[in-house]
C-alpha cells in the first residue's frame, strides 16, 4: 500500500518534499522506531480523540502518550480514547494503527504537541506498518501550521 492516497495527495497539492523509508512489518511505533532506526522522539504518532462535537487527531512523539488531563485542559472540553470502528471509518485508506499524523488530509481538527516543533527531521506513519515518511522539520512544521499547538503528551 505504501503512502494513503488522500496523505499523498495532500502533500503534493501543499508541495511538501517528502521521502519515504521502508521497514520491516512493525506493530506499534515503539517497534517501527527500532525497526526503521528512528529516534522515538522525532516519530509523531496519531491519536484519535473523541470529542463531543465529533473527533481530532492528537500527534505526539511515538515514546510518549497523550496525556488527557493536560489536552482536556488546554482544549477547555472532555475527552475521551476514540474507539478502533471510528478510527477504521475515519482512515479508511490506512492500515488500522497506521494512520498519518496528518489530520487535515482527512478534514480532521488537528493539535500537536510542542515538542514535536522545531526538529531537525521528523518521521510518521503513512497508511501502512511498512512505510514511514521522513521530512525536514521545518516541512513538518510548514504542514502542521494550521493545527493547533499545546503542550499535552508525557512519557510512557
Not at 503512502?3 to 519515504?20: G, M
Not at 470529542?51 to 485542559?73: I, K, T, Y
Not at 512505510?131 to 521545518?138: A, I, N
Request: proline letters at 5%; charged letters at 25%.
Amino acid at each position: 500500500m505504501a503512502l494513503s492516497a488522500r496523505l499523498e495527495h495532500h502533500l503534493s497539492a501543499r508541495k511538501i518534499p517528502y521521502a519515504t523509508l521502508k521497514h520491516p512489518f512493525t506493530v506499534t511505533t515503539a517497534e517501527c522506531a527500532e525497526a526503521a532506526h528512528v529516534p522515538g522522539d522525532h516519530l509523531a504518532k496519531s491519536v484519535l480523540i473523541h470529542m463531543e462535537e465529533g473527533p481530532m487527531l492528537a500527534v505526539v512523539p511515538s515514546n510518549h502518550q497523550v496525556d488527557l488531563h493536560a489536552l482536556q485542559g488546554m482544549m477547555d472540553r472532555r475527552l475521551g480514547l476514540a474507539g478502533e470502528e471510528e478510527l477504521r471509518e475515519l482512515f479508511d485508506d490506512c492500515d488500522l494503527g497506521a494512520a498519518p499524523p496528518v489530520g487535515e488530509a482527512y478534514n480532521l481538527p488537528t493539535v500537536v504537541d510542542d515538542s514535536l516543533t522545531g526538529l531537525d527531521k521528523v518521521w510518521f506513519e503513512g497508511g501502512d506498518h511498512r512505510t514511514l515518511v521522513e521530512m525536514r522539520g521545518r516541512d513538518f512544521d510548514r504542514l502542521m501550521k494550521g493545527a493547533k499547538h499545546g503542550s499535552f503528551c508525557c512519557m510512557h
